[in-house]
């Protein structure tokens, strides 16, 4: 199985807000959508979805046409949409019918997903009646009650505390463990990092960055140096002309041209008889490279 996007594009009038947008999925796992708030993220889910008109291009899912209403699909919005005034158990049932389970195969899933989330307690309530926090475990459970071959995540974290972001993550490593091909759409780079090998990364439309993240993070190479020295190497760094990222009372974060640079600089420290604490080589951050791409 695979699903394939190619050269999709949409427009509004004059605006190109999808420029070209190709990437596959080839196996189950987590693909990061990314970039910044109208970078064409969300459009490009509706149109994945069949909520929105393509202009151009073809999205497949094992070389057919992609039909969000054949391919067992799970969504989850950023905007969250569920009824307010209809019981939990009510408008779950009614998600799951949507999806051509039978009542009998909705209640079953229903109460699986409630129970696995924390939530059987909120079964009979109205869903206004619920924190927000609760309101999006409901709105989860609507995405999975169907058992989706394609799960699409858009910031799926947004607002929860510290105790849920880790229950979802949790059914989220659960999910893709079952098989499940996620998109996932988030400004949380710390999530995309722990979650996703492939990415691409969009700026007004178009396509800035794409690829596996690891062989990204790669091509970077290790270019940020953490020095913490048991003395004063200010005078050290402003002669090599070194670019201070980051300094604090535990360490001093550099911008470095090469390893070479670092063992010359590491070299010359030590010949001051300098006692060197902690020397570390990193590649950057998905964080700073979207900051590099997006310039945001």
Request: charged residues 30%; aromatic residues 8%.
């Amino acid at each position: 199985m695979a699903l394939k996007v190619n050269n999709l594009a949409k427009s509004y009038g004059d605006k190109l807000v999808v420029d070209n947008l190709s990437f596959s999925i080839e196996e189950p796992g987590v693909f990061g959508l990314l970039g910044t708030n109208g970078a064409g993220k969300t459009t490009t889910i509706r149109m994945m979805l069949g909520m929105l008109k393509k202009d151009n291009g073809t999205i497949t899912w094992n070389e057919k046409p992609y039909n969000s209403k054949e391919v067992s699909t799970g969504y989850l919005a950023e905007e969250r949409g569920i009824y307010s005034k209809f019981t939990v158990l009510d408008q779950l049932i009614y998600f799951g019918e949507l999806k051509g389970m039978t009542r009998k195969e909705a209640l079953k899933s229903i109460e699986y997903w409630l129970e696995r989330l924390e939530a059987t307690e909120y079964r009979n309530k109205r869903a206004e009646q619920l924190s927000k926090g609760n309101q999006q475990k409901i709105q989860f459970i609507a995405a999975l009650i169907s058992n989706p071959e394609v799960l699409i995540l858009d910031e799926p974290l947004s607002g929860l505390d510290p105790v849920n972001t880790d229950l979802f993550k949790d059914i989220i490593k659960e999910e893709i463990a079952r098989g499940k091909y996620i998109i996932m759409s988030s400004h949380q780079m710390s999530t995309i990092e722990e979650f996703c090998e492939n990415l691409v990364i969009l700026n007004k439309g178009k396509t800035v960055l794409s690829g596996n993240l690891k062989e990204i993070k790669r091509s970077y190479g290790r270019n940020h140096l953490i020095l913490n020295c048991d003395g004063d190497i200010k005078e050290l760094l402003e002669k090599a002309n070194m670019k201070i990222l980051n300094e604090n009372q535990d360490y001093i974060e550099l911008s470095i041209n090469s390893e070479d640079e670092a063992t010359s600089l590491l070299k010359e420290i030590l010949s001051r008889n300098i006692q060197v604490i902690r020397f570390e080589l990193r590649e950057p951050t998905l964080h700073e490279i979207f900051i590099e791409k997006v310039g945001e």
